[in-house]
């Protein structure tokens, strides 16, 4: 197909639109750079989730301790009460 080369030239010169001075090469960059900042998230959320996990089951471990502790105090305290009352 003829001058469909021309298409696909990108100029060294910059673009300038409505008085912004824009570089023809980095519209092809931009995709490049957003993937890989998209990556970058991932791995990050991947990161935090992992961290929240762990946190989560120390609390929940903490969480169980205090209510085992809680269940003998209440235990502990109703045969008090069964024994005074008699």
Not at 29 to 38: A, D, F, Y
Not at 46 to 72: C, G, I, M, P, Y
Request: glycine share 4%; net charge negative.
């Amino acid at each position: 197909m003829p001058g469909s080369a021309d298409w696909f030239t990108l100029c060294v010169e910059p673009l300038t639109v409505g008085g912004v001075v824009l570089c023809r090469w980095t519209t092809v960059g931009w995709p490049h750079k957003m993937v890989q900042l998209i990556e970058q998230v991932a791995l990050q959320w991947e990161e935090d989730e992992e961290r929240f996990r762990k946190l989560q089951l120390s609390d929940l471990a903490a969480f169980n301790d205090r209510v085992d502790a809680l269940t003998v105090l209440t235990r502990l305290q109703c045969y008090y009460w069964r024994a005074t009352a008699c």
